[in-house]
């Protein structure tokens, strides 16, 4: 099927011909969805470890809330709740990513065994985050981004939301590149729900392949946002509640998927594991 990769993948994971399925696993207080799951990090490691057993390609750790109106944490804070996190899962043979806006982190997490750099900022927080993934040679995720999550709910004005967010993605990559990024190295993520309202998410899916155009692979972060909670909400107007939320998930899995998408992030790992090979085959007419 040749889906796009990135350079710098684990072994096991070159071959693999589908969309890849990469697990969260928020060691944080506060994530909408996870936060406050883990009492110590053992804890977060046997569930990362559980992740990959039900089909997880790898295991996305973050030590910092992004959701909107999260305060941010201190560096130290931060590397304080990933770093064992991720010693521990290199140390079970569960390939990780970091989760981080922080250039000393991501650096730290690839010293404790981190393969790829998930930065929501897309460079534009840290001004040496772009320095760093140069000289660490890793695969580096740019996600479309506007501002921090304190005020990212107000950023949310587009004309023309995918042309505008594909724009303002090829200048942070531009940015990697002037870096010294490597293009091999970039993924593209168009950020689902950081400065988006419901309908800017649903116009950027309706267009995935105008991402893939791009050339870079793509990564998809859809998993139990507010967008799906507020499409299915009940008669009376609630909104479909976070932990009910995963079956619409794996249906955007499967959809991403047979777009052609590099990969889904998501909290239900199971479901999205099933979901993307239904859309691969979808994709490729044939099992
Ligand atoms: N969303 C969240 C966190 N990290 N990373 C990428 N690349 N893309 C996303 O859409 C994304 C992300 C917020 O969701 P969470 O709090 O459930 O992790």
Known sequence: MNLRQPTGLPAALLGVDRSLVIGV?????????????FSTAQDAIDFGVSLHGQGADFIDVGGESTRPGAERVSVGEEQHRVLDVIAGLTAAGVPSSIDTMHASTAAAAVAAGAFLVNDVSGGLADPGMLE???ELEVPYVVMHWRGHSTQMNSMATYGDVVAEVLQELGTQVDAALAAGVSRDAIVIDPGLGFAKEADHNWAILNHLQALNETGYPVLIGASRKRFIGSLLSASDG???PVDERDVATDAISALAAAAGVWAVRVHDVAGSVDAVRIGGAWRRGKS
């Open 132 to 134: 760093v993934i140069a």
């Open 25 to 37: 696993l928020n060691v944080t207080p506060d994530s909408f969805s996870d936060g406050g799951k």
């Open 238 to 240: 609630s909104v479909r």
